[in-house]
């Protein structure tokens, strides 16, 4: 589909892969596709790689020599300026506790190995779109709602929304990884962090307060509790 993305330049794709014929694989593949491509083979190349020249994306490989994936990610984002940066995290491992750790170290988005070039390039347009819609670091925006990290404000319809600190950064992980469902536990890892022990109906109390924030009368409740799963941030109401 033709968008605005296709008028810009061509976007740059740090490849950090150590299987050599995986990375040339991608490589070839990518370049195909309309993108350029750096590479990386270990993680302490790819964070020299990412100061030299600023990817748009970073397809990032969990198991790496030197440094792994997740400490990469942990490092990509703890810095000001590639905190932004969209990351796709790859792993060869299926176990979900494994991916949902990559997301909480930051990764916008993860794919298990083997995937195909179709279901790659489907993830990659996404995370290129969204990042490309955010109009300046630190916004974030779904639906009709917005949140302003750095000035700690949120707004619906333009309405401002007053949340308490949890609400707040319940929103902003929901915000960052929207319409993926997450159980209590992933909640209370992600917001509340893995030291902190709580109930897990804890979740449930913060969840209704964030909804009775941000739900005006008449508005769509964009908060789906999912049955025997946990929650997501979604439109779609099922
Ligand atoms: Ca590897």
Redo the contacts with the bound molecule.
């Keep these: 589909m033709a968008d605005g993305t296709a008028q810009l330049s061509k976007p740059l794709v740090l490849v950090v ?3 050599a014929a ?1 990375a040339t694989m991608l490589r070839y593949n990518l370049e195909k596709q309309g993108f350029r491509v750096d590479e990386a083979a270990d993680g302490q190349e790819a964070l020299t790689r990412i100061a030299e020249n600023q990817p748009d994306l970073v397809l990032l ?5 030197v440094m792994s ?1 997740i400490e990469v990610c942990r490092q990509i984002r703890r810095r000001p300026i590639t905190r932004d940066l969209p990351v796709i995290m ?1 792993t ?1 491992r299926t176990e979900d506790q494994d991916a949902v750790r990559g997301l909480n170290t930051g990764a916008d988005d993860y794919i298990t190995k083997p995937f195909s070039m179709e279901a790659l390039l489907a993830r990659m347009r996404a995370l290129l779109r969204r990042s490309n819609s955010v109009p300046a670091k630190g916004l974030l925006s779904f639906h009709d709602i917005s949140m302003d990290l750095s000035a700690h404000r949120v707004q619906r319809n333009s309405r401002p929304i007053h949340l308490g600190p949890t609400e707040f950064r319940l929103l902003e992980f929901f915000m960052q990884h929207p319409r993926r469902v997450f159980s209590r536990e992933e909640l209370l890892d992600a917001v509340w962090g893995p030291d902190i022990h709580v109930e897990p109906r804890t979740v449930d109390v913060h969840i209704r307060r964030l909804r009775k924030s941000i739900n005006s009368d008449g508005e769509l409740d964009i908060v789906r509790t999912v049955r025997a799963a946990g929650y997501a941030l979604d439109t779609e109401v099922v």
Excluded: H, K, N, T
């Design positions: 892969e150590d299987e995986l490989d969990w198991m790496l020599p994936g790859v060869a």
